[in-house]
């Protein structure tokens, strides 16, 4: 069972649960006499939820490094999941434990309840947690944004910190807490070297990465546009499969992400990128002009760590512009492995990478386009037995589409372990 | 660059403005309130107004327990109280009333020289500053002579999930090693906090019994379950 994941992601979960809070829960049990405050508990409690909400935003920085380890998706997986429990832990210590004083009750209060209240915008908004299996919320989703658009969700998002803020006043108030000075020192230092962190990422890391050019654009159809960017000067930008966060001057403050396309190379100072138009930003992308200055932070992926763990054969399945990555990787490992890629698209004019397809010649790699879903019955004739059974799977699309896919392909008799998937959630 | 510098430096001014602060509420504050060591202890219990016996009221109750020697120390807040309530007599004071009236013991109201304010927040945040100093509130009156009594009854609110201050005081100038010890406390949902852990450290000597705790919202319609709890005590 262990395997299924990445040795890192169980050590993320044990630093971010135990470790992390640990110096905290030690240092204000020492003081306040372990055994000797029956209350403690609940106020331990109080403790780990504010460690566990410091770790969640210092994941929102998505260290690059950590990236390589776990993978962004596992990332904000154990950000998300961090802040729900970090809200349960904090239920049972405003639930049980009793204040008196009223700046200090108000502030856990209004803490908690914007702690809440961001969990649930960011399960509806931000995550695929509901909206990749629920069709009803999906749709909920779909008409309010319209006006809760992405860039005010991740302002919204960003009230947790005020939450965060509200607690270290809520600890800083508390007379009989605030008195004990390790404790104290560790949980200042803690508060600001997180906050700091956090700054660094959306503050200086900016100034500080690396900067390109768009090169030229092509038009695929109405709704998608071939970027491609030039870093000059650059080694080894990325590796196959990658994506990176973009920031186009003049088009938007907010960083994208978008895979690469065009195939890793040592020497490449290139970076092609396909942008389907799903909302303002990317809209205004497809209009994109020459000479656009662009700011990439990253690569972030793991698609070539995964593939390159071992010598299976590669089958790919991109729903529509999900293939992006997928032609990286089948650009890229051409002719070391059988590699079949399967594309699905909603029409002909979807069929923009069919040159790039065929222009991938060797015996070992085939390719299938088809207008519309895939049917669980159509694997087996597609996918001989023993690829069923040997083959390494990677899925990127629309995360309900990625779902349904995975579940044909687990009925197929596919591992789970040979499935990995990128999921698109708009 | 120049931003990397900013926030390098603006980290470590906040660090060491967070530090000093911490550092200086760590100190203790000098405790204007601490009773003086030498003030001498009451050898006698004095019988106020407000320690009026219960004796002839309990007489009809037939205690099985001698009356005499049981002394009922308490600490109450009158006034406004938690949760926006007004009350002419406090909680733990009605609770005390009953306990006189069953076991016919002596009452001992503590009083504190002077008096808490009558704002409740204030009085809170005057208490929380007390059990941050460690502060003993001098006393208002002679503190009971408790080598009389065989059994102590002790009640107190609940403060920052401890014994009220003037409590402690008294409790560091009488000694109930060797005494029969039941607690009573009325809270706002803390139980007994960690009063009772205090209360062994203070007394390691001394019997403690079942005590009896409740919420102060409630004590209005607890006749019968402190009736039932010193039933169960033998009274």
């Not at chain 1, 935003?57 to 962004?72: K, S």
């Not at chain 1, 104290?184 to 100034?207: C, E, H, N, R």
């Not at chain 2, 609940?158 to 005494?179: A, C, Y």
């Amino acid at each position: 069972m262990l395997k299924k994941y990445p040795l890192a992601l169980y050590l993320v979960w044990l630093i971010a649960l135990l470790l992390f809070p640990a110096p905290l829960v030690l240092s204000l049990n020492l003081g306040m006499g372990a055994g000797n405050t029956p209350q403690l508990i609940w106020i331990d409690c109080g403790v780990i939820a504010y460690a566990w909400w410091l770790f969640e935003v210092f994941l929102a920085t998505r260290p690059t490094w950590l990236d390589r380890l776990i993978g962004l998706p596992a990332l904000y997986f154990v950000h998300g999941l961090l802040g729900v429990d970090a809200l349960l832990i904090a239920f049972v210590h405003r639930n049980f434990l009793i204040s008196m004083g009223a700046q200090i009750r108000l502030t856990g209060k209004v803490a908690w309840y914007l702690a809440l209240f961001g969990i649930i915008y960011a399960s509806l908004f931000m995550s695929g947690w509901l909206v990749d299996r629920l069709p009803v919320i999906a749709r909920v989703k779909t008409k309010l944004q319209f006006f809760f658009k992405h860039r005010l969700s991740l302002w919204i998002h960003r009230l947790n910190l005020v939450a965060i803020l509200l607690i270290w006043l809520h600890v800083h108030l508390i007379g009989r807490v605030n008195h004990q000075l390790v404790f104290m020192l560790l949980f200042d230092g803690y508060t600001v070297l997180i906050l700091s962190a956090y700054l660094w990422q959306k503050w200086v890391a900016p100034t500080q990465r690396r900067t390109g050019q768009v090169l030229a654009t092509q038009r695929l159809n109405e709704r998608t546009v071939l970027i491609t960017l030039v870093f000059r000067g650059a080694r080894q930008l990325f590796q196959a499969g990658d994506f990176f966060f973009f920031t186009f001057e003049g088009i938007s403050r907010e960083a994208h992400p978008f895979s690469v396309v065009n195939q890793a190379d040592a020497a490449g100072e290139q970076i092609q990128i396909l942008v389907r138009s799903v909302g303002d930003d990317t809209r205004k992308l497809q209009q994109v002009a020459v000479g656009t200055v662009v700011q990439v932070e990253g690569p972030f992926g793991r698609f070539a760590a995964i593939v390159e763990q071992d010598r299976r054969p590669l089958v790919l399945i991109g729903l529509g512009s999900g293939l992006a990555p997928l032609l990286s990787l089948a650009r890229t490992y051409l002719g070391t492995r059988s590699i079949q890629v399967i594309w699905t698209v909603k029409n002909d004019r979807d069929r923009y990478f069919v040159t790039d397809l065929a222009a991938l010649v060797d015996p070992q790699f085939s390719y299938f386009i088809q207008n519309g879903r895939l049917r669980s019955e159509q694997l087996s004739t597609m996918i001989s037995p023993e690829k069923l059974a040997q083959a390494r799977f990677l899925i990127v699309g629309p995360a309900s589409a990625v779902l349904s896919i995975r579940k044909m392909l687990r009925q197929a008799g596919v591992p789970r372990d040979h499935l990995t998937d990128e999921r698109l959630t708009m | 660059m120049k931003r990397k510098w900013i926030l390098i430096l603006g980290m470590l001014v906040v660090l060491v403005g967070l530090f000093s602060l911490d550092l200086a509420k760590s100190r203790p504050r000098p405790v204007t309130t601490a009773i003086r060591s030498s003030q001498p202890v009451v050898s006698r219990a004095t019988r106020t107004s407000d320690q009026a016996s219960s004796s002839k009221k309990a007489a009809n109750s037939q205690p099985t327990h001698n009356s005499e020697r049981v002394l009922i120390i308490y600490y109450s807040r009158s006034g406004t109280n938690y949760p926006d309530v007004t009350l002419k007599h406090g909680h733990t004071w009605q609770i005390a009333q009953e306990i006189a009236q069953v076991t016919g013991g002596t009452r001992y109201q503590i009083q504190t020289a002077q008096a808490y304010p009558k704002n409740y927040q204030a009085t809170v945040d005057q208490a929380e500053q007390e059990q941050q100093d460690n502060a003993r509130p001098r006393l208002k009156g002679k503190l009971p002579d408790v080598t009389q009594y065989e059994t102590i009854f002790l009640g107190y609110p609940i403060w920052w999930s401890d014994l009220p201050m003037p409590v402690r005081t008294l409790m560091d100038q009488i000694d109930l090693n060797d005494k029969v010890v039941i607690p009573f406390s009325t809270n706002a949902g803390s139980g007994w906090g960690d009063s009772l852990t205090t209360l062994k450290r203070q007394y390691p000597q001394a019997k403690f019994r079942k005590g009896f705790e409740i919420e102060g919202a409630d004590v209005d319609h607890a006749h019968k379950q402190i009736r039932r709890w010193l039933r169960d005590l033998g009274y």
